[in-house]
T-cell receptor
Framework: DVKVTQSSRYLVKRTGEKVFLECVQD?????MFWYRQDPGLGLRLIYF???????EKGDIPEGYSVSREKKERFSLILESASTNQTSMYLC????????????FGSGTRLTVV | GENVEQHPSTLSVQEGDSAVIKCTYS??????FPWYKQELGKRPQLIID?????GEKKDQRIAVTLNKTAKHFSLHITETQPEDSAVYFC???????????FGTGTKLQVIP
């Protein structure tokens, strides 16, 4: 079974901390994405990557950065966590030839206090 | 960039009735329209998709229609069942890097 694995299901961090969210996929997908999900706002794209070491800003990149050093791993970094970054974060991946839509990870619920 | 609007935000139907969720998109270059279902506490999963060269697609009790001229697309669920209760997201993509823009979601409740 293909998988996208997010390292943490729940995280609680303090304001100002640097936070790392990790995502690993085992499907040899080129394209990987980070979304945040908030009630009433749907899924909003933060960053995406279409190849190793390549990254592109999504719709809401402010306060975030990403790293893609290996094809299977895409990390989201909150440089200095703030309370308005409390959210559910979802990682997704898809093959460049576009198969059966995104495969999502199970999500990381981040609370910044 | 692309903007996808989705209505209604909540929808309650009696078991056995039909449910319709509607979306509009802004980018005329969009050519791929997937629908995702997210059950409570679970990850979104693709349930059906349609490409711009097709006007309608069916898969058992679900169907999607696309009106390119009006930039509308809709999800139709017939003979709803309690297990259809979930949040449904529409999305649109113009193809670059398979990046999609999601709607805000519709919470569907099927009342037994």
């Amino acid at each position: 079974d293909v998988k996208v694995t997010q390292s943490s299901r729940y995280l609680v961090k303090r304001t100002g901390e640097k936070v790392f969210l990790e995502c690993v996929q085992d499907m040899d997908h080129e394209n990987m994405f980070w979304y945040r999900q908030d009630p009433g706002l749907g899924l909003r794209l933060i960053y995406f990557s279409y190849d190793v070491k390549m990254k592109e800003k999504g719709d809401i990149p402010e306060g975030y950065s990403v790293s893609r050093e290996k094809k299977e791993r895409f990390s989201l970094i909150l440089e200095s966590a703030s309370t308005n970054q409390t959210s559910m974060y979802l990682c997704a991946s898809i093959h460049s030839a576009r198969g059966n839509g995104y495969t999502f990870g199970s999500g990381t619920r981040l609370t910044v206090v | 960039g692309e903007n996808v609007e989705q209505h209604p935000s909540t929808l309650s139907v009696q078991e056995g009735d039909s449910a319709v969720i509607k979306c509009t998109y802004s980018d005329s270059a969009s050519n791929y329209f997937p629908w995702y279902k997210q059950e409570l506490g679970k990850r979104p999963q693709l349930i059906i998709d349609i490409r711009s060269n097709v006007g309608e697609k069916k898969d058992q009790r679900i169907a999607v229609t696309l009106n390119k001229t009006a930039k509308h697309f809709s999800l139709h669920i017939t003979e709803t069942q309690p297990e259809d209760s979930a949040v449904y997201f529409c999305a649109a993509s113009s193809g670059g890097y398979q990046k999609v823009t999601f709607g805000t979601g519709t919470k569907l409740q099927v009342i037994p």
